[in-house]
């Protein structure tokens, strides 16, 4: 079964770069035809999907955070990782990695348990 890992600081400054990384076991990131995302989740407020990197390594992001937001990979270490930058107030959340299955017309998550994320002076 694939379990996947957030890991990084739970404060960030504002106008810092926000940085995570997601440990994957049980799976190869590289193993068609799976992607793998962050979403986040705001106090009070519902899922917002960030981005995915593909198994082939193309990277897809939304558009109201791809001028910020860069998802990259490390395939020997079966990671990969979330950078955020110009954070904000409004980018406090719960962040969370995901693997993404296609499953006929709808898609399978299977989540990491999730990590909070802070945005303070």
């Known amino acids: 079964q694939v379990q996947l890992q957030e890991a990084g600081p739970g404060l960030v400054k504002p106008s810092q770069t926000l940085s995570l990384t997601c440990t994957v076991s049980g799976g190869s990131i590289t193993a068609s035809y799976y992607a793998w995302s962050w979403i986040r989740q705001p106090p009070g407020k519902g899922l917002e999907w960030i981005g995915v990197?593909?198994?082939?390594?193309?990277?897809y992001y939304s558009p109201s955070l791809k001028s910020r937001t860069s998802i990259s990979r490390d395939t020997s270490k079966n990671q990969f990782s979330l950078q955020l930058s110009s954070v904000t107030p409004e980018d406090t959340a719960m962040y969370y990695c995901a693997k993404i299955t296609q499953v006929l017309f709808s898609s399978w998550y299977d989540w990491g348990q999730g990590t909070q994320v802070t945005v303070s002076s």
């Open positions: 990197i593909a198994y082939d390594g193309i990277t």
